[in-house]
């Protein structure tokens, strides 16, 4: 008998409180047989990214596990003013398709964008729209969001600064500038992680040793000038 890779859950709907089901990928079924350098996962069956964001069929608040677990009022009236008075009602509980996950991140990001959510959720979002546009092979559109989702992250490191912890948003920065083909931009960022005596995180520093060594050959191959050796490589 084969596992049913989906399974439910209850959520109750920060705006207005409906309970609903949601799906959610079985964690033993969650192993991507291949991962990109920013993150981006593949998988031989349901892709788990795909039922990250859980969408009240009745009011069309969409969010995810790490977002506000209740609405104040202020964020209610921006809310039901700018999405929940044009929403038609919709169930994305069961299986969803490639164009089903991408409206889900988007109403998400709306809803996030509305309610002035953490910054953090907001560069999530953006990452997983880029992706899914990845799978599309949207070329124009992943970088489109790359582009937006770089910006949000930089603001993350902005406004909360970086501790012993925050390797992987340093690491992701540079990574998603090198992916723009923002070089010296990259270096940088992969620097601060290789240098930064209070980052301890291995596998982040070896990853941005790693791109640091492909940003030169990318710039050897487009004949651009070198950025510094870096110290501790």
Same mark, same amino acid.
């Given at each position: 008998?084969?596992?049913? @890779? #989906?399974?439910?859950?209850?959520?109750?709907?920060?705006?207005?409180?409906?309970?609903?089901?949601? %799906? $959610?990928?079985? @964690?033993?079924? &969650? &192993?991507?047989?291949?991962?990109?350098?920013?993150?981006?996962?593949?998988?031989?069956?349901?892709? @788990?990214?795909?039922?990250?964001?859980?969408?009240? @069929?009745?009011?069309?608040?969409?969010?995810?596990?790490?977002?506000?677990?209740?609405?104040? +009022?202020?964020?209610?009236?921006?809310?039901?003013?700018?999405?929940?008075?044009?929403?038609? !009602? =919709?169930?994305?509980?069961?299986?969803?398709?490639?164009?089903?996950?991408?409206?889900?991140?988007?109403?998400?990001?709306?809803?996030?964008?509305? *309610?002035?959510? &953490?910054?953090?959720?907001?560069?999530?979002?953006?990452?997983? *729209?880029?992706?899914?546009? $990845?799978? !599309?092979?949207?070329?124009? !559109?992943? &970088?489109?969001?790359?582009?937006?989702?770089?910006? %949000?992250?930089?603001?993350?490191?902005?406004? +909360?600064?970086?501790?012993?912890?925050? /390797?992987?948003?340093?690491?992701? *920065?540079?990574?998603?500038? $090198?992916? #723009?083909?923002?070089?010296?931009?990259?270096?940088?960022?992969?620097?601060?992680?290789?240098?930064?005596?209070?980052?301890?995180?291995?596998?982040?520093? $070896? /990853?941005?040793?790693?791109?640091?060594?492909?940003? =030169?050959? !990318?710039?050897?191959?487009?004949?651009?000038?070198?950025?510094?050796?870096?110290?501790?490589?």
């Amino acid at each position: 008998m084969t596992l049913e @890779p #989906l399974y439910k859950i209850k959520v109750t709907c920060a705006n207005c409180e409906n309970e609903f089901e949601t %799906s $959610r990928v079985r @964690p033993s079924l &969650k &192993k991507a047989y291949r991962t990109d350098t920013d993150f981006c996962g593949y998988y031989k069956n349901e892709n @788990p990214d795909f039922y990250v964001v859980r969408v009240c @069929p009745e009011c069309g608040f969409a969010s995810t596990e790490n977002s506000v677990e209740s609405l104040n +009022e202020r964020q209610k009236s921006d809310f039901r003013t700018k999405i929940s008075s044009r929403w038609v !009602q =919709r169930d994305f509980g069961e299986h969803r398709s490639l164009g089903d996950a991408l409206e889900t991140y988007k109403l998400a990001l709306l809803c996030a964008q509305t *309610i002035r959510e &953490k910054e953090r959720i907001i560069a999530s979002l953006l990452h997983h *729209i880029a992706w899914l546009y $990845r799978y !599309q092979g949207n070329e124009k !559109q992943e &970088k489109r969001f790359l582009a937006h989702c770089l910006d %949000s992250y930089i603001r993350v490191y902005e406004v +909360e600064g970086v501790g012993a912890n925050d /390797a992987r948003l340093l690491y992701l *920065i540079g990574e998603i500038n $090198r992916r #723009l083909g923002r070089y010296n931009e990259a270096v940088q960022w992969f620097s601060r992680v290789i240098q930064d005596k209070k980052i301890v995180d291995s596998a982040m520093i $070896r /990853a941005s040793r790693e791109q640091w060594t492909a940003v =030169r050959e !990318q710039m050897k191959a487009e004949k651009m000038a070198l950025p510094e050796e870096t110290g501790s490589m």
